[in-house]
């Protein structure tokens, strides 16, 4: 497998991946880009495909096509696609002119609800390039121009204002932010097509903007604004992205686990958005909460405690019945989970019992201890029924003992926040229903034998990925807090770690300690073979 690597064979984590162009390269190739308010796909040219905004829970976008050509010269050639965080860019080629384009959703600026094209155009003499841009919204919309931008709105109101702009159920602001296009086609209510020329002599960058907004025209052409200087934009993106992956970052003799670990962080990052109820993965699925706190723990604590924030107040809300999905928005009914109650109380329970392994906090334990005393006696309730009538497979649990076992360590992990509360009574009445539920965590053999037991591939471009993401995210969890078995005790930090013998180094940089809210100091190990340092 490594052989199909050879960029990952060495200890370079920050080199982007690299696919090669070829006949065999199919279009339909996905890659999977995202910041804390957008998700979308992007293919091996770097277009736009699936715009999703969980905030409003709607697609935005079904394809946004943008490619270069050179009117009466030969035609491009597509040489390179590299993939970084957060990006995607694109190598073009033509005699004595070379293109660079760029796909980003931007991260840590002014305005993420917004996706962002750069062409980087260097040529020797003057060249003129054409750039299309074909939009495929989804759905029908209402479609104008307004000073060279192109807005589609759904539903849009009467203007209103100075500047005569429209509220609307969603709208979308395309275009470049330094000039008009030249040719502009929007008679189909759900497509349009937009045709720009540009001049070229030396160096020459061209922006395109995309943003969108749930409330109306004012808010999407702010947001549009505070982002058209387009190359700060994507160096300030770059940067953070950067700066969050090198911290809590872990470097081992084997350079496949690395990567695949680097990976299972960025899926993170792209896994968890904003809703208006407080941050959440990006299918709103609670489960997916502890594998997330596992991973965030090692380089943004802080998100962490957002997703868990969200879990309590929910859990305060449904008194300890914790539903599958959560809502979009504060006022949505809540679906009872039925028996995968089981699954989604114990997500919470024992993704705050890591948190609490990892980044220990008196007053944090206290503000959810009543929403854990909740979950953790419906989990009760539920093992004394499922005791004295076991449930029937529904396709879902895979065996009648499964559910018993969930709850089993869901409620060890309460006993443990339980008695670092200092409430004797509850962890003496939930160890009684746990004791006899408990399976052995098998942490050790999943992580040493993760190329096997995950859904990691290596694909015909020779580039690695997770087909479900969240296997690289737990990976990457579990590596560090198994693998180092680092964890929290009294203040003190213990280590216990479980590295196969044939490793003679590890070196675990930079995880983030907080002090209340803040990042006060970082952790850094290092194992030479014979001393922990």
């Avoid at 035609?75 to 980003?104: A, D, M």
């Avoid at 909460?289 to 957002?306: E, G, H, I, Y």
Wanted: charged content about 20%.
């Amino acid at each position: 497998m490594p052989n199909l690597l050879p960029s990952l064979s060495g200890p370079a984590l920050d080199q982007p991946q690299i696919i090669e162009h070829d006949e065999t390269l199919s279009e339909d190739v996905r890659f999977r880009l995202a910041n804390q308010d957008l998700v979308f796909d992007a293919d091996v040219y770097a277009n736009l495909h699936d715009l999703f905004w969980p905030w409003a829970d709607e697609y935005y976008a079904r394809s946004i096509r943008v490619w270069i050509s050179a009117p009466r010269e030969d035609e491009f050639v597509p040489l390179v696609t590299r993939l970084y965080p957060g990006r995607q860019e694109v190598i073009y080629g033509s005699e004595g002119i070379i293109v660079s384009k760029q796909l980003s959703a931007p991260m840590d600026g002014t305005y993420d609800r917004s996706a962002l094209w750069i062409f980087e155009c260097q040529a020797e003499g003057d060249r003129l390039l054409r750039i299309d841009v074909e939009v495929d919204w989804g759905e029908p919309l209402i479609q104008r121009m307004v000073d060279g931008l192109l807005v589609a709105q759904r539903n849009p109101q009467a203007a209103r204002g100075i500047y005569q702009q429209q509220n609307a159920e969603s709208t979308r602001v395309l275009g470049n932010p330094q000039s008009r296009p030249s040719s502009v086609e929007i008679d189909d209510e759900q497509r349009a097509h937009l045709v720009y020329y540009v001049l070229v002599n030396g160096e020459v960058e061209v922006p395109l903007l995309l943003t969108v907004s749930d409330v109306g025209e004012q808010m999407a052409w702010n947001g549009f604004l505070s982002i058209r200087d387009g190359d700060k934009v994507l160096e300030k993106s770059n940067t953070a992205w950067a700066e969050t992956l090198k911290t809590g970052r872990l470097w081992t003799p084997d350079a496949l686990l690395n990567h695949a670990m680097q990976i299972g962080r960025i899926n993170a990052l792209y896994g968890v958005q904003r809703l208006r109820t407080g941050f959440a993965a990006t299918a709103r699925d609670v489960q997916e909460t502890r594998a997330l706190v596992n991973c965030f723990d090692l380089f943004d604590p802080v998100q962490s405690r957002n997703l868990l924030a969200h879990l309590r107040r929910l859990a305060e809300r449904t008194t300890g019945r914790l539903p599958l999905l959560l809502p979009v928005r504060p006022k949505d009914p809540i679906e009872d989970a039925g028996a995968r109650l089981v699954y989604t109380n114990a997500a919470y329970l024992m993704a705050l019992h890591d948190h609490m392994q990892h980044h220990f906090d008196a007053a944090l334990l206290a503000e959810h201890y009543p929403a854990l005393g909740l979950c953790a006696t419906v989990l009760q309730q539920m093992s004394r029924m499922l005791e004295a009538a076991p449930v029937a497979g529904d396709g879902k649990l895979a065996s009648p003992q499964e559910p018993l076992f969930e709850i089993g360590q869901a409620l060890a992990c309460a006993v443990q926040l339980a008695r670092w509360r200092g409430d004797v009574t509850n962890a003496a009445s939930w160890a009684d229903s746990a004791a006899d539920h408990i399976l052995p965590p098998g942490q050790l053999s999943r992580m040493l034998d993760w190329a096997l037991t995950t859904s990691w591939q290596v694909g015909a471009n020779g580039t690695g990925c997770f087909p479900q993401p969240l296997d690289g995210v737990e990976l990457a969890g579990m590596t560090i807090w198994h693998g180092c078995g680092v964890a929290q005790q009294d203040d003190q930090i213990v280590v216990a770690p479980q590295w196969p013998a044939a490793w003679n180094w590890w070196a675990l940089l930079n995880v983030p300690k907080l002090a209340g809210s803040r990042i006060d100091q970082t952790l850094s190990l290092v194992w030479d073979g014979a001393v922990l340092h």
